[in-house]
Nanobody, 123 residues
Framework: QVQLVESGGGLVQAGGSLRLSCAAS????????MGWYRQGPGKERELVAT???????NYADSVKGRFTIARDNAKNTVTLQMNSLKPEDTAVYYC?????????????????WGQGTQVTVSS
């Protein structure tokens, strides 16, 4: 199993910044993509940003220019720097990762989610 643990959520005023971090642990062989998703009150879970092992990034239109995703392949971590936060960014943010785990003789794919971290932006 691969576990993801998020940190860094909290309460911030509109216009402020927060930085989310996520660390993956377990018998990881490789991680192809890591990302952040969010679920606001009464809304469906939606993609925020993703990043591949080659550092190609993809952002939701609503966060482009304000959020930056980055990863450390050696440490199996991903971060989300969130600037110019808006009340509509209020949500539970989930870390996501997919790749291969197990030993070299028996690799299996994994797709894991973190437990979520609350981000609240006050107006």
């Amino acid at each position: 199993q691969v576990q993801l643990v998020e940190s860094g959520g909290g309460l911030v005023q509109a216009g402020g910044s927060l930085r989310l971090s996520c660390a993956a642990s377990g018998s990881i062989f490789s991680i192809n993509a890591m990302g952040w998703y969010r679920q606001g009150p009464g809304k469906e879970r939606e993609l925020v940003a993703t990043i591949t092992s080659g550092s190609s990034t993809n952002y939701a239109d609503s966060v482009k220019g304000r959020f930056t995703i980055a990863r450390d392949n050696a440490k199996n971590t991903v971060t989300l720097q969130m600037n110019s936060l808006k009340p509509e960014d209020t949500a539970v943010y989930y870390c996501n990762a997919e790749g291969l785990h197990g030993d070299i003789w028996r690799l299996t794919p994994f797709h894991s989610w973190g437990q979520g971290t609350q981000v609240t932006v006050s107006s």
